[in-house]
Each structure stands twice: as C-alpha cells, then as structure tokens.
C-alpha cells in the first residue's frame, strides 16, 4: 500500500508543475493587464507601477521568481486586492468554502445514497422511476435558476431563513448555500447508486447469499461494498470541486469564498490571484485522486494487485 | 421518583429561562440598539489607501473614513471640511488654507498642515505608484515631481504655522477646491505609515480623520465602519456602524434589499426595471449623474476623418428609443458633450439639429454620406463596433446597427471581454468605432473637454485632432475669470460637437434603491451619500 501511495505522488509533483507552468503562460496571452481600467493610465504611471510589481522584467525570469517564492508557499500580493496577499485572502475564504463544501458533499453522500438504496430496493418497477426522473430533475436544473428560487421561497416569502450574506458563518446563512450545491451531487449520486446496487445485486455472490437465506440486512451491506468504486470515483472529483468553492453560489448568496476569485482574478487580469486558485485546485483535484485511487484499493484489493508494476 | 425528577428538571429549565429573559431586559435597558446603515455596493474597495483607489465603490469609503480640506455634504455640494477657511491670490495660484483647531486624527493625534505636505508628497513620489496621481497636476511641481524629474520637497505645498497651509498651483485652476474632495487630497497620518508601511491601512493600524474608523474588512463579504468619537462633528453623525456589502449580483442583491437584509444598494438589474417601478416605487431613486456614454470613431482612418460622415452616423441614432426602451429609462438622450448638471458650467452645448425631427436628421444624414461618397451610386458604407461584453452594451449596438440600416450602412459588432477592451483603447490599434464611457473626477466642464485634447494620448480615444479645440482649452486654461473661462469652454465643446470625433449616446443617471427607513439620504449628480448626514428610523 506505501509503495502504491508514493508511486501516486510521483506523478502527481511533475503533473502540478505542468499545470502551474501551461496556467503562468497562457494567461499572460489574454490581452490587456492588471492595471487597464475605463481610465486609461498615464503611461509613466502604468510604467511604474509594473515596476514595483516587477511586471517589466522578462517573462521566464517572472516564472521563475513565482515558483520560488511558490517553494516557500507564497502566493504573493493580489494585484486587485491590493491590500492582501493572495495568502491572506485564500486564509479565509477557503475554510468557507470548505466547510460549505463538506457541508453539502455529506449531505450528498447521505441522501443520494438513500435514494439510491431506495430505488434499487425497490420491487416494482415505479420506484426505479422516480427516482431517476427525481435525479434527472436535480441535474438539468442550473444552480442559478435553484439558488433564486430557494431565495424567494424561503427568505421573502416565508421569512424563515437569510437571502443571503455570510454573518460569520451563522447556520442560519449556511442552510440554503448547503442545499443549493448539494442537490445536483444527490442527483448524481443517487443515480449512480441505484445503477451500481442494481448490478451489485445480481452478482454471483449476493445469489449466493440470497439462497443460503440471508437476512435482507446482510445482504444489502455486501451489495453496498460492491456498488461502492464507482460511486467513490465520481465523488473524488465532485468533492474537489464543491470543497474549493463554487462561483455562482457564493456569488449568488453574498459568500466570501473561493469560488469567487477564480472569476474576479482572471476577468480583472490579477495575475497572482489566478495563479494562487490554479495551483490550489490543482492540488485539490490531486490530492482528491489519489484519495480515491487508496480508498478503491481498499474497497477492491485487485486494484491494489494490478497497479503493481511487473 | 421519576415524578420528582420531572419537576426539578422543570424547574431548572424554568429558572434558567427566566434568567435569561431577566438578562435580555436588562442589557435592552441598557443601552439601544446601535444604528446601523446596512449598505450595498457593486463590488468591494481594491485599496483602502487613497494613493492606490481607483475606483467609484474605493471614493465612497475613503470619503468616509478620511476628509480633505474640502467635503461634501448630502446635495453633494462643496463644503470646508478640515480647512476651515481659504484665501487666494489675485494671480489664482496661491492658496491659504486655515485649517479647523479642533481637526483630530481617530487616535486623538491633532491634525496638522504637515499630514497634508506628507501625503500630497507621497501622492506624487514615483515610488508610491498611485495611479491617480495626474488629477493634482495642477499642484506646482506635481508632474516633474511624479515623473522623478523633481524631488518631492519641490511640491508647492507647505506649512506656514501650526494651523496655516499653503498651496501653490501650476496654474490657476477654478476646479481646483473641488479637486480637494477627492481622495488623491486626503491627509494620511504619517507616523502609522511610517510604521506599518503598506499594512497602514488593516483595521488593527489605520488612523482615520474622516466621520468613521474601519473595523473590519473581509473581501467579498463586508466592511464595517463605526463612528469616529474624535471627528470633530461627531456629536452630529447619527449612525453608529456603516455597513458596506459587496453584491455584484444585481439580482441577488435586489432580494436582498426586498428582504431587508441591506438598506439601499446603487444599482437595479435594467431587466427587472419594470417590476421595481410597480413594486418599489418609492424606494428607487433615479436621478441623472456626470458621466457620459460614447462611441468614438477612429478619425485618423478614412472613411472617419471625414466629418460629414460622422455627423450623418450621429444624427440618425434614436437616442430616446436607447434611453427609454434598451435602458428602461435609466438614462437620458445625449446631445451634449458634457452632461448637463454641472454647476459652473451651466446648461451645456448641444449638437445643432437637437430638436430637428428623426426623418428629416435621417434624410440630412443620407445627403450628407452621399457628398462623401457613400449610398447609391456610391460606395457601401461598412462599420464595426468594439464594445465590451454585456446585456445592455450588445442591445445598445443591436440597436445603432438596426438605425443605421435606414442610411444604407452595414455594421458589424464585436465584443470582447472588458480588461481586453480597455487594454484596447490604451493601445489604440486602428479600428472603425468604439465604446467608451466616462465618470467626471471632478464636477467641472474640463474634466470632459480635455478628452479631446490631441495631447491627451490615454483618453483621447477618437485620435481627434483639431489645432483650434487645443487652443481654445489652453486658453481656458490660463483664463483666471471664471466667466470668461466658462465663455471659451462652451466654444470649445460647441466645435467638438459639430466635429463629432466622439459620438454621444446617452448620459448616465445613477438608479439607486434606498429604503424609506433611511433619513437624511438625498438624490444627487455626483450620487455620493456620505454617512454622516443619514440616520436609520427604527
């Protein structure tokens, strides 16, 4: 299992590297720059300011001071937020998306599972039904048209829960940002667990359990253990999405996080800030993979056997 | 047993309670609720040093947290803030400043003249960067000091005494007192700077003189102001906290107001316009503001540097069917260089055939392509329009091009990105036409005439040259009688209008929502609301 695990993270180093290097370049394609505004700047003044930013000096000399400065976990100062370093602003707005994030990728895991479970349980034909048409449902809806409509309904109509705004991280404003990035992930899930337990379910060994007359209980634990690697591949890269922020809902709901600054660093051309949510997505996606790749081999020891070289 | 059990859960549960209620009386009797203006702005400051602000939303908060030798009260009139009095001159270009005794900085420091020599000299120092710092050009000095030709202690500002400043001008400027209500002209506490350097201005080291201190601030979520006891008006700020939000979804935002949750925001999604008329009447304020929306043509390119041709574009454009129909009525037609609505400046020029109906402008326009060549028997007039990416921007094109179909002119449209846009206009590739808008800095016709300065390489966005604008500008210039002064502007705008380098559309009006509960909040052209002078009805 160690020498599964390192082999993982030596591909994973050069692969952020990459990343980092194809994000730095690319985006110094996009036309215009950090300090072009609807008020042109007196070009003396643009001139100074690149220099204090040391956005004159050559391009590969610019790459490299940022992967050293990278090398001691600096992001370096915001070009927007002129006052913060990206450091500082990620200090904060990444716990909140995370704990957003994990918020509603449990409630994911839960109630899509249920649903799942349900649908697969189910004797008659409806229930399958329902809940694919539910799941399709949950998918097709854009977050943005869920995210008002969860606004009307609860915070101008029935007066029970905040429009929007973080307050600190009040439950009470976390409920509806919750429920908004988790629906379209049960829908998934759900889907995914209901097709998985159906298959798991005809397999040779739960018929084997089946006929020694098992009780349903047992049985089900069993089918869950099979119904479960594909149910974790997807939710590996679902959570390495929703825990590093989502734009339109943080937008939407007045939420300081991550999702945000993805947008705002590359629309406004802050070249540190675009860089600094790269490499932590980057990271999440990574690290989420290689979380998966053990918790499979865990679930599934022939994953372990066949990633073994020779 | 469990009967007893019973009872003395009960009755501790009942005595806590009753603790509880007892306590929240108590503190009610206390001290009242703090009041607390719950503000909504379409983004969030960048900086909250005023050498690096740029912005509408960055001006709105520095106006609160630091005050100039001049201010603004709620009409967004002039009024003396730290300077208490001022003398000039006869020659205009020598400024006595008297300052108030009883300014104070939020830590109780005095204000003295030398916060302002400190901070007008860390304006114009290279070092500083601050990319507004050619608005005080008119200080002695100021440009070569900027441009590192000068050492700061050239700047012709200086303390004569403890409570005496004196301000030297490059040349004499009627605007400059309204200058010093910007935030380039904010006095900065030397010794926090000195301090802290560029952290000076994180909540737990920023020194203030302005009616609130800042308590916090966290980027995309809020930034809390509370009153500054030390102000020297403080026994008339109402307002204990100032609350600004950072909303840039209209939409969101507009629920948000719907439910209470923020008091007033500066803007209304334009497609919503209609339901907010019916059902929020009297929370939304529309009222016309200084800034201009243009489309330049590129006159050093043919067929634009013909005049005939930019007079016909101009004259065939509905400019009320694009206020009233695209724009819902949030802006107004343009037939003027400069927006109406400026002070010294008083009614401004407008373009000849302003009151002349839409057929017979449509029939003088096809006359007028016709002598330059275009129409039938002629060439195909072909135009595309730049414009950065938006609703209203693209409905805006859509239009012109469907109106400019009646003179035979085919037009294309092009959006990019805004950051591309402007880096566009800053690089001044050749192109047919392209939008622009423009904010005044300053309440004064100049603020828009110099756009059409040939010397002016970053604004100047239709490449317009014309020998008699720049002389009559220079004149203005050196004019010291305001009349006389506001004489050869209206000429000069007059000759930019029949010149048409730029093309006006529309003049902007700010459209705000402001909650009934909010006293002391009055409509105005520069749509600035200080704090100050607003209380929040319970």
């Given amino acids: 299992m160690l020498r599964f695990f390192f082999a993982r993270v030596a591909i994973a180093v050069p692969t952020l590297l990459i990343i980092i290097a194809l994000a730095f370049f690319l985006m110094r394609l996009a036309p215009g720059g950090p300090f072009d505004s609807a008020r042109a700047l007196d070009p003396e003044i643009a001139k100074n300011l690149r220099h204090i930013y040391k956005l004159d000096r050559p391009l590969l000399e610019q790459f490299w001071f940022y992967l050293q400065s990278l090398a001691h976990g600096d992001f370096g100062p915001s070009l927007h937020w002129r006052d913060f370093t990206v450091n500082q602003l990620f200090a904060t707005a990444l716990p909140i998306s995370m704990a957003l994030g994990t918020k509603a990728m449990l409630l994911a895991v839960l109630a899509g599972t249920a649903l799942g479970l349900g649908g697969a349980m189910s004797k008659s034909q409806i229930g399958p039904r329902i809940v694919d048409g539910a799941a399709l449902f949950g998918i097709v809806l854009p977050v943005f048209v869920v995210a008002p409509l969860l606004q009307l ?23 509806l940002p919750v429920i908004t990035l988790a629906l379209p992930q049960i829908a998934i899930v759900a889907r995914l667990m209901q097709a998985a337990l159906r298959d798991a379910l005809a397999m040779p060994h739960i018929r084997t359990l089946r006929a020694f007359g098992m009780p349903g209980l047992h049985i089900y634990s069993h089918a869950l253990r099979a119904a479960f690697p594909p149910v974790v591949s997807y939710l590996g890269l679902a959570a390495a999405n929703v825990l590093t922020g989502s734009v339109i809902v943080e937008t939407i709901f007045g939420i300081p996080g991550m999702g945000r600054y993805f947008v705002d660093g590359a629309l406004g051309r802050d070249y540190t800030l675009v860089m600094g949510t790269v490499v932590v997505v980057a990271a999440a996606v990574l690290l989420f993979n290689l979380i998966v790749d053990l918790v499979l081999a865990w679930l599934d020891p022939r994953v372990r056997y066949e990633s073994r070289p020779g | 047993m469990a009967f007893q059990l019973l009872v003395r859960v009960a009755a501790i549960f009942f005595t806590v309670l009753g603790l509880t209620i007892e306590t929240e009386i108590g503190r009610a009797g206390e001290a009242p609720a703090p009041m607390v203006w719950h503000r909504g702005e379409l983004g969030d400051p960048g900086s909250l040093d005023p050498h690096k602000a740029e912005t509408l939303i960055e001006s709105n908060i520095l106006d609160e947290l630091f005050e100039g030798l001049v201010t603004l009260n709620a009409r967004s009139e002039f009024i003396p803030g730290v300077a208490a009095s001022w003398t ?77 400043l004196e301000i030297t001008l490059e040349h004499p400027a009627p605007y400059f007192i309204s200058q010093l209500a910007h935030f380039t002209a904010k006095p900065l506490h030397q010794k926090s700077i000195e301090t802290y350097g560029s952290d000076f201005v994180q909540p737990e080291h920023i020194v203030t003189n302005g009616p609130f201190m800042l308590k ?50 500066n803007d209304v999604p334009v497609e919503q316009i209609g339901f907010v008329r019916s059902h929020l009447a009297e929370a939304f304020k529309v009222t ?98 730049r414009f950065p990416n938006s609703e209203n921007h693209r409905a805006t094109a859509v239009a012109v091009a469907d109106m400019w179909k009646a003179l035979g002119v085919e037009t294309r449209l092009l959006a990019t990105d805004t950051m591309s846009h402007y880096a566009f206009l800053r690089e001044k590739p050749p192109f047919d036409i392209a939008w622009w808008g423009w904010f005044a800095d300053y309440p004064d016709a100049q603020n828009y005439l110099f756009l059409g300065q040939s010397d002016n390489q970053g604004l100047n966005h239709a490449n317009f040259s014309n020998k008699t604008f720049d002389r009559l500008m220079q004149e203005a210039q050196r004019e010291a009688s305001p009349e006389r002064r506001r004489t050869i502007l209206h000429e000069a705008e007059a000759l930019l209008l029949d010149e048409q380098p730029d093309l006006v559309l529309l003049t902007y009006s700010s459209r705000n929502l402001v909650s009934p509960k909010l006293k002391g909040w009055e409509t105005n052209v520069l749509d600035n609301h200080p704090g100050r002078y607003i209380s929040v009805a319970p």
């Fill in chain 2, 88 to 164: 000039v001159d006869p020659t205009g270009t020598v400024y006595d400043f008297q300052l108030r005794p009883d300014a104070k900085w939020s830590n109780g420091d005095t204000l003295t003249p030398d916060d302002f020599v400190f901070a007008f000299r860390r304006l114009m120092a290279p070092a500083t960067g601050a990319p507004y710092a050619n608005i005080l050009y008119t200080l002695k000095n100021a440009e070569k000091i900027n441009k590192g030709e000068l050492p700061v202690e050239a700047l012709g500002v200086r303390g004569l005494d403890a409570h005496r």
């Fill in chain 2, 216 to 265: 916090s601030f966290t980027p995309n979520d809020r930034l809390v102001l509370i009153k500054n006891p030390a102000y020297y008006d403080a026994a008339h700020v109402a307002l204990d906290e100032e609350v600004f939000y950072s909303l840039e979804d209209r939409s969101a935002a507009l629920r948000r107001f719907m439910a209470g949750e923020i008091q007033s925001y």
């Fill in chain 1, 153 to 175: 309904g609860f915070g101008l109509t029935l007066h029970i829960l905040p429009v929007g705004g973080w307050n600190d991280g009040a439950w009470q404003n976390q409920i």
């Fill in chain 2, 288 to 385: 016309p503001s200084l800034g201009g929306y243009y489309y330049s043509f590129d006159t050093r390119r043919k067929p634009f540097d013909d005049r005939r041709v930019r007079q016909a574009l101009s004259m065939a454009i509905d400019r009320e069917f694009l206020a009233e129909r695209i724009w819902g009525g949030t802006m107004d037609p343009g037939y003027s260089f400069v927006p109406p609505g400026i002070e010294s400046y008083g009614a401004p020029a407008t373009v000849a055939w302003k009151d002349t109906d839409l057929f017979e402008r449509e029939d003088e326009a096809k006359k007028l392509l016709a002598e330059a060549g275009f129409g039938p028997g002629g060439q195909k007039l072909e135009v595309e329009i």
